[in-house]
């Protein structure tokens, strides 16, 4: 397991990625910007989710098998946004 600095980098790096490609949509589709704001909003709140629990991540004793968990539900989180955004871009 990396270091908790080296995960945060992690989160923040993949989601900074899929809010670039929320806004290159909104450039490529300035139609759809009602329907994509939204899921800049969500991506944003799932961020903000995640960096809350790798912070209480630190107290727990189990800290690698606490912290893969949260690297799989980052991917998650991350491959459901990616579909919204798939869909709504069409």
């Known amino acids: ?10 989160i923040n790096f993949q989601f900074a990625d899929f809010i670039d490609e929320c806004y290159e949509c909104i ?3 300035p139609k759809k910007r ?12 799932e961020y903000d989710e995640l960096i809350i629990r790798v912070n209480e991540g630190k107290h ?4 690698s ?18 579909e919204e955004l798939s869909k709504e871009a069409k």
């Open 34 to 45: 009602s329907k994509l704001e939204p899921i800049i909003d969500k991506a944003v709140n």
């Open 65 to 82: 098998e606490y912290f893969n968990n949260l690297r799989a539900d980052m991917k998650a989180k991350l491959l459901k946004l990616f």
């Open 60 to 63: 727990n004793h189990e800290k």
């Open 1 to 10: 397991m990396a270091n908790i600095r080296g995960l945060k980098k992690e």
């Open 27 to 29: 450039m490529q589709y």
